[in-house]
């Protein structure tokens, strides 16, 4: 059974730094991994999406990279801002589509 | 940008009523749609796999009986929670599998903004 692991659950940094959000996965048989972010009471907001195939994404400050083999991701947000704030999941794809996700870490950023 | 329309955003019911919570995609066909459940601090975990025109997938643990599901067509999937207890109470996030031609698991999803159920 998948497993995914982000830790730590919660995260707090001053505005202008770089950090990097680490995911881990016990199943190496994945279709693709996603980051998605969560406002608190909200639904989810796709980041980046890498295919199995693939090493990493990029997307303005957010940069994800995947090591399947080692069943591990991050998420690099660069320059980080205030709004930034919110909670990071992880998931992994496995057959059908199906979603596994971590319990997310919640990042705030300090002004 | 494909859209999943979730209704209701909220809703607050008695304990022993049923609720029903609509996943509709706005612009694009949907052949799967899942449906996940969140309790506070915890991650979404899948409840059940929902096919247009054919029985819902459930995963284990999930009561069926208790956790209706309907795909009637390519646009909307329903969840209906029967006889709904406070322990019920969560935030139910509904995802859509856009259609496209061609096989493979790399079909975009689209996820609704939740339904916050509260079972008093």
């Known amino acids: 059974k998948q497993e995914v692991t982000q830790i730590p659950a919660a995260l707090s940094v001053p505005e202008g730094e770089n950090l990097v959000l680490n995911c881990s996965f016990t199943?190496?048989?994945?279709?693709?991994l996603q980051w998605f972010r969560q406002d608190p009471g909200k639904g989810l907001t796709s980041l980046l999406l890498?295919?199995?195939?693939?090493r990493e994404q990029t997307s303005g400050r957010l940069n994800a990279s995947l090591d399947k083999s080692s069943g591990r991701s991050t998420l690099y947000i660069a320059a980080s801002q205030p709004g930034d704030s919110a909670t990071y999941l992880c998931?992994?794809?496995?057959?059908?589509?199906?979603?596994?996700f971590g319990k997310g870490i919640t990042l705030s950023v300090r002004p | 940008g494909a859209v999943v329309s979730q209704h209701p955003s909220w809703v607050i019911c008695k304990s022993g009523t049923s609720v029903k919570i609509e996943c509709r995609s706005l612009d694009f066909q949907a052949t799967t749609m899942f449906w996940y459940r969140q309790f506070p601090k915890q991650s979404l975990m899948l409840m059940a796999t929902?096919?247009?025109?054919?029985?819902?997938?459930?995963e284990q643990g999930v009561e069926k009986d208790k956790f209706l599901i309907n795909h009637a067509s390519l646009t909307l999937s329903t969840l209906t929670v029967t006889s709904a207890h406070p322990e019920d109470s969560s935030f139910y996030i509904c995802s859509a599998k856009e259609r496209r031609t061609g096989v493979g698991s790399n079909s975009p999803l689209h996820f609704g903004n939740g339904t916050r159920l509260t079972v008093t």
């Open positions: 890498i295919q199995s195939s693939q």
């Open positions: 929902s096919n247009e025109g054919s029985k819902a997938t459930y």
């Open positions: 199943d190496s048989a994945i279709y693709n």
């Open positions: 998931a992994v794809a496995g057959a059908n589509s199906k979603l596994t």
